[in-house]
């Protein structure tokens, strides 16, 4: 069982910045593809940003392509989402997810098993 706790969500104005964390214990971290996604009151949950096992790779929704910077850190078992040039679009609980079922679904909530419980995310105009 992976566990996966995710802070640094808060209320920020139009344009500001945001970093969120997300760390785990598990002593296979470098196996797991780590994704972010997020969802919003009567939203499905969408996919926004994932790096690969090394960290050499990262992909994003185009919706935050150039705004938001995913990194990972395997030596201290943790993921960040830098958040920048926020917008009232971005307000969302977001989550933090571990996955090593099939790395070619790094876009969808199905290419991963494990889940953090969210952290919010409020932009206000």
Known sequence: ????????????????????????????????????????????????????????????ADSVKGRFTVSRDNDKNSVSLQLSDLKPEDTAVYYCAAGDINYSDYDSPRGYNYWGHGTQVTVST
């Open 1 to 60: 069982q992976v566990q996966l706790v995710e802070s640094g969500g808060g209320l920020v104005q139009t344009g500001g910045s945001l970093q969120l964390s997300c760390t785990t214990s598990t002593r296979a971290f470098n196996l797991y593809l780590m994704g972010w996604f997020r969802q919003a009151p009567g939203q499905e949950r969408e996919f926004v940003a994932t790096v690969t096992r090394s960290g050499r790779s990262a992909y994003y």
